[in-house]
């Protein structure tokens, strides 16, 4: 796992390896919460659900996976400046917590895109 800033500001997490267990990626102050779970066969996650509660976040925030494929990522801070380009590809997941993104495929790609809703048609071009 490693965490990308600009200015002293995460601005992504990059999980390239997922470590044994069920280890937290994101805080858990953050309105995205990213959780990686890694066990052997015959390990038995408890069922559950969760119970009803407000919650109220202020900023949106993105997960990538690259299910098949290569993507480069251009970095923007929330300065909307670009400060960074990284590549990723099948298999790795990116977490944008502050700032923004460009995405450039680089070969055919299958990509997944999760964040937190509910959607709001509010994309402010960089």
């Not at 965490?3 to 390239?16: A, D, E, F, Q």
């Amino acid at each position: 796992m490693e965490n990308i800033t600009h200015k002293n500001k995460v601005v992504g997490i990059l999980v390239r390896k997922i470590s044994a267990g069920s280890i937290p990626v994101t805080d858990g102050v953050e309105p995205l919460q990213v959780v990686t779970l890694k066990h052997p066969s015959g390990k038995y996650l408890v069922a559950h659900t969760h119970a009803p509660k407000k919650r109220t976040t202020n900023k949106l925030q993105e997960c990538l996976l690259v299910k098949k494929g290569k993507v480069r990522l251009d970095l923007y801070g929330p300065d909307k400046k670009m400060f960074k380009k990284i590549t990723i590809k099948e298999g790795d997941l990116f977490i944008l917590q502050n700032g923004g993104f460009g995405i450039h495929l680089l070969d055919d790609s299958e990509l997944v895109e999760v964040k937190n809703g509910p959607f709001i048609e509010d994309k402010v071009l960089l």
